[in-house]
């Protein structure tokens, strides 16, 4: 049973699997925002081929993954830290920092605020707007200023809205936190699944109140091993590495970092597959007329259901037909009747519109367009199944 102070993360599918009796196999989820093309080709027999350094004790700080990330970036290794996903990092930021007065961009992640309470902060969230598409906006910085932060946490791209902060409200952000010594927590997990986004990585250089999150878990499918880095300026690490506990990461996981680093072309071949395969899933979910789909640049969408959809129902509709979808209620400035879904391959976005299709007549009353479920969404998966 899952405690309920602890916040709330799709991709249960053990627990799935365990509560309708079947192998984990069988379930399709929606709910994690992970690759639809899976991990790099190889991988499996590399970590096989690897697997005797696990009769060592791992790198203490995983430095080979910071000097590999430092030929890839142009940046100094000592802007690194490597770690399991990037929670254990703001886990360690509030405390490390000496964070007091914490301000979230919002809707977004559970954990920025799971951690800042964990260390007794009360956080204060300032809302995109609906009526926006959820993008951040002068406005929104306007607002965030005025709550007078000692720290920001915003995500580029937001989840759960997919939106990316357009590039010169990202820029004057990092220059105004900078100027008022304020530090600018900057989750960029979803960017390598945007085409030509700005990234704030390369300030790090200069920028000593920028802390960078990223994300190798998403884009190169590895949420069973664990896999993510904190970018920052040298000052900002010599306070964050001393309070880090040795051996963040396994011998296989910093073996799986080196071979997905080193893949030519999976992050393009990835993109291009998922831009694909959203417009194909967007227009297959818009077509059962379930509510409104908001715009995003990331792997995943939002959907705000039809007032007369009870989402419980219709969430636990999927669950039983071993489809899990992500409800979004939970999200800070959402409310019951959002749902987050996963861009997945063809053959899953057909299984998961048959279900919705097996739920949705009663909820028209038999208007539902059916034909939306006869038209083929086959197509290839990608060279990484």
């Known amino acids: 049973m899952t405690n309920s102070s602890e916040p709330i993360h799709g991709g249960r599918v053990f627990d799935a699997a365990r509560a309708l009796g079947r192998h984990w196999y069988e379930i399709i989820d929606f709910s994690a925002n992970i690759n639809p093309l899976g991990q790099p080709r190889g991988l499996k027999d590399a970590l096989f081929q690897d697997f005797e350094r696990s009769l060592h004790y ?17 940046l100094a290794a000592d802007h690194f830290m490597a770690g399991a996903g990037s929670t254990p990092h703001l886990h360690l930021l509030p405390r490390a920092l000496g964070l007091a007065r914490p301000v979230i961009i919002g809707p977004a992640f559970a954990e920025y605020e799971g951690a800042l309470t964990r ?35 915003v995500a580029h791209p937001a989840n ?12 004057e952000l990092a220059a105004e936190c900078l100027r008022r010594n304020i530090w600018l927590v900057l989750d960029e997990a979803f960017i390598d699944f945007t085409e030509n986004s700005l990234t704030l990585l390369p300030l790090v250089a200069s920028n000593t109140r920028l802390v960078v999150l990223r994300s190798l878990t998403k884009i190169f499918a590895l949420p069973g091993l664990r896999l993510a880095f904190l970018a920052a300026h040298p000052l900002v690490m010599n306070t964050l590495t001393p309070l880090v506990e040795p051996w963040p990461l396994s011998s296989q ?49 939002l959907l705000k259901l039809r007032e007369e959809i009870d989402s419980q129902d219709l969430i636990g509709h999927l669950f039983d037909a071993g489809v899990l979808v992500r409800d979004a209620a939970n999200f800070n400035g959402l409310c019951p009747g959002y749902i987050r879904l996963a861009v997945r391959p063809p053959d899953e976005v057909e299984a998961l ?33």
């Open 58 to 74: 791992p790198e203490v700080r995983a430095e080979s993954l910071s000097l590999r990330l430092s030929e890839i970036t142009g």
């Open 119 to 153: 260390s007794g902060l009360a956080s204060k969230y300032v809302l995109t707007r609906e009526e926006d598409d959820w993008l951040v906006t002068g406005d929104t910085l306007n607002r965030v200023f005025r709550e007078e932060p000692d720290s920001v946490f």
């Open 160 to 171: 759960p809205t997919g939106r990316l902060v357009p590039g010169a409200i990202l820029e």
């Open 253 to 301: 996981a910093i073996s799986a970092g080196h071979f997905c680093l080193s893949r030519p072309g999976f992050k393009e071949e990835s993109l291009a597959a998922v831009n694909n395969y959203r417009d194909r899933q967007l227009k297959a979910v818009k077509a059962l007329g379930l509510g409104r789909i908001y715009p995003s640049e990331a792997n995943f969408m």
């Open 353 to 385: 519109v048959k279900s919705l299709g097996s739920f949705l007549p009663a909820a028209n009353e038999g208007n539902l367009p059916r034909e939306i479920l006869l038209e083929p969404l086959t197509g290839p998966r990608g060279s990484h199944p």
